[in-house]
T-cell receptor, first 112, second 112 residues
Framework: SQQGEEDPQALSIQEGENATMNCSYKTSINNLQWYRQNSGRGLVHLILIRSNEREKHSGRLRVTLDTSKKSSSLLITASRAADTASYFCATDSGAGSYQLTFGKGTKLSVIP | DAGITQSPRHKVTETGTPVTLRCHQTENHRYMYWYRQDPGHGLRLIHYSYGVKDTDKGEVSDGYSVSRSKTEDFLLTLESATSSQTSVYFC???????????FGPGTRLTVT
């Protein structure tokens, strides 16, 4: 079963706008990760946020984590056409977990 | 890109035939994973390895077996391929338990 679920399933914005994607999960986690997948390619790791962190930045990416609501958001600021991709959140299952469970992803289209 | 390759990249096979997919890494990472990606299901874990000869089942392991005889290679075998195993298969590696994962380019398998 899916641990993480992204919302929305698809998002279309103009270049220069901000894009926000959300992820909800069901059980306690050690960390939550976000990945990007360009069409026909493997996933690329973007950012990892630990359960004791509330916010993390990496370049134009900002991730927040609310463990009380079991949710996370990924914000991409000043989007570019090259940001067009699918974005996935992935969660572990708590202490001692080897596995990540991926959501079904948000498909982002950035229109030039 | 992390040093991770998959072979073959594309394969068409007939129902009932055995198929082996290979994942090779040059990063000396301890953890290796096999996923399948299907429309509407996202990325699902098949099997994973936490060391040489140490493997375990993931969410969708039925019909698949794996072997890891050395750190750099992780093999996924479909003993008798079925049409339901038509998918894109991704290998991933990670340096630590529950940490970021690095993905290979994928293998597109079609079972006719």
């Amino acid at each position: 079963s899916q641990q993480g679920e992204e919302d929305p399933q698809a998002l279309s914005i103009q270049e220069g706008e901000n894009a926000t994607m959300n992820c909800s999960y069901k059980t306690s986690i050690n960390n939550l990760q976000w990945y990007r997948q360009n069409s026909g390619r493997g996933l690329v790791h973007l950012i990892l946020i630990r359960s004791n962190e509330r916010e993390k930045h990496s370049g134009r990416l900002r991730v927040t984590l609310d463990t009380s609501k079991k949710s996370s958001s990924l914000l991409i600021t000043a989007s570019r056409a090259a940001d067009t991709a699918s974005y996935f959140c992935a969660t572990d299952s708590g202490a001692g977990s080897y596995q990540l469970t991926f959501g079904k992803g948000t498909k982002l289209s950035v229109i030039p | 890109d992390a040093g991770i390759t998959q072979s073959p990249r594309h394969k068409v096979t007939e129902t009932g035939t055995p198929v082996t997919l290979r994942c090779h890494q040059t990063e000396n990472h301890r953890y290796m994973y096999w996923y399948r990606q299907d429309p509407g299901h996202g990325l699902r874990l098949i099997h994973y390895s936490y060391g040489v000869k140490d493997t375990d089942k993931g969410e969708v392991s039925d019909g698949y077996s794996v072997s890891r005889s050395k750190t750099e290679d992780f093999l996924l075998t479909l003993e008798s391929a079925t049409s339901s195993q038509t998918s894109v298969y991704f290998c991933a590696i990670s340096p630590g338990q529950g940490t970021e994962q690095y993905f290979g380019p994928g293998t597109r398998l079609t079972v006719t």
